[in-house]
Structures are given as structure tokens and as C-alpha cells.
């Protein structure tokens, strides 16, 4: 099923696009393992701390606020995506698609007041609920 600039299969286009990808990961690892600093005496089990070895082990898991932040950007840039979809056909969707998007921005709206009612928002030192 080529066309008239690529005369090639489908498949066989698909086979060169795998064997070129998995090329180009094996000569980008191949050039880090080329060009990569050794190190005589080299402690891979420690974390790299600028060249200073630990003095005391980990005490235990991390409190990373991060990944809420990130799970909300995440989730609202897709309730973004898909209204920005439903933009675009507004016109074709009339009133059925504008209410449809109401009751969608309702829902996110609601989970996110439950969210912030159970604490899951909160991120500081203090308790959560």
C-alpha cells in the first residue's frame, strides 16, 4: 500500500522504522559507554553525592509533594485537552455538546472540592484529616 513517492509495504515500513529506532538507542548508549568518565575504585551501590560518600544511610522515604503537583497538572492538562476538542466542534455540538461539557467541567469541579475537603491538597508539615 505505498504511494507514488515511497513504493514500500506497510509492514516492511514498519520494520524499518523498529530496526532504526532500536540503531539509534543502541549507538546513544554505545556513545555514553565510550564517553563516560571510569573511575578506579568506584562504589556503585552508593548514590553520587558530588564525590562525597555518605556519612549515615537513607533514614527512610521522602515526603516529594512533587508527584501531587505533577498527578494535578497531569489531570487538568488533559480536562484542557478535551475541552479544547470540544471547542473546536461547538458549533456542530449545539446545546447537547455545550451541556455536556458543563456536566464534564461539574464533575472535575466536584472531585476536585472532595479532594480539597479530604486534605489530599494539603502538602505542609501539618496534619492531614
Known amino acids: 500500500m505505498g504511494d507514488f513517492l515511497f513504493p514500500i509495504d506497510s509492514g516492511a515500513a514498519l520494520a524499518i522504522h523498529v530496526a532504526l529506532s532500536a540503531g539509534i538507542v543502541a549507538a546513544i548508549i ?13 562504589r556503585p551501590d552508593t548514590p553520587y ?4 560518600l555518605p556519612a549515615a544511610p537513607p533514614q527512610g522515604p521522602q515526603n516529594a509533594p512533587y508527584f501531587l503537583i505533577a498527578a494535578l497538572f497531569v489531570i487538568f492538562d488533559m480536562e484542557a485537552a478535551i475541552l479544547f476538542a ?6 456542530e455540538a449545539g446545546w447537547v455538546g455545550l451541556i455536556e461539557a458543563a456536566i464534564f467541567i461539574g464533575v472535575l469541579l466536584l472531585a476536585l472540592v472532595y479532594l480539597w475537603i479530604d486534605g489530599a491538597l494539603d502538602w505542609g508539615p501539618g496534619e492531614r484529616k
Open 49 to 52: 553525592e558530588g564525590g562525597v
Open 86 to 91: 470540544w471547542a473546536v466542534a461547538a458549533r
Open 30 to 42: 554505545g556513545v555514553a559507554a565510550v564517553l563516560r568518565e571510569k573511575r578506579a575504585g568506584a
